[in-house]
């Protein structure tokens, strides 16, 4: 299994910043991609950030120019900076990770339990 943990969520007023971490364990032995997604209530779970394969990066249009999503392979853990916070931006931040186990043969998809993230107005 591989398992995927949040965490740098919180209360924020608007126009502050938070750091997003996710730790990914488990014997990997190739990503694919690896991310994070966030879903508010009564709305549908969308893509925020996500780097692919060799090494691209993908930003929701919502979030272009205030998040940044960044990857420390060594530490198996992936960033996702958010600044300049907004109402908009409060939702249940999960990281998404692509990747093949040691030994088998499939890419599986692996989510986070989520992280709250709160922004007043």
């Known amino acids: 299994q591989v398992h995927v943990v949040e965490s740098g969520g919180g209360l924020v007023q608007a126009g502050g910043s938070l750091r997003l971490s996710c730790v990914s364990s488990g014997t990997i032995s190739s990503i694919k991609t690896i991310g994070w997604y966030r879903q508010a209530p009564g709305k549908q779970r969308e893509l925020v950030a996500a780097i692919i394969s060799g090494g691209n990066t993908n930003y929701a249009d919502s979030v272009k120019g205030r998040f940044t999503i960044s990857r420390n392979n060594a530490k198996n853990t992936v960033y996702l900076q958010m600044n300049n916070l907004n109402p908009d931006d409060t939702a249940v931040y999960y990281c998404?990770?692509?990747?093949?186990?040691?030994?088998?043969?499939?890419?599986?998809?692996?989510w986070g339990q989520g992280t709250q993230v709160t922004v007043s107005s």
């Open positions: 998404y990770c692509n990747a093949q186990l040691t030994f088998g043969s499939r890419y599986d998809d692996y």
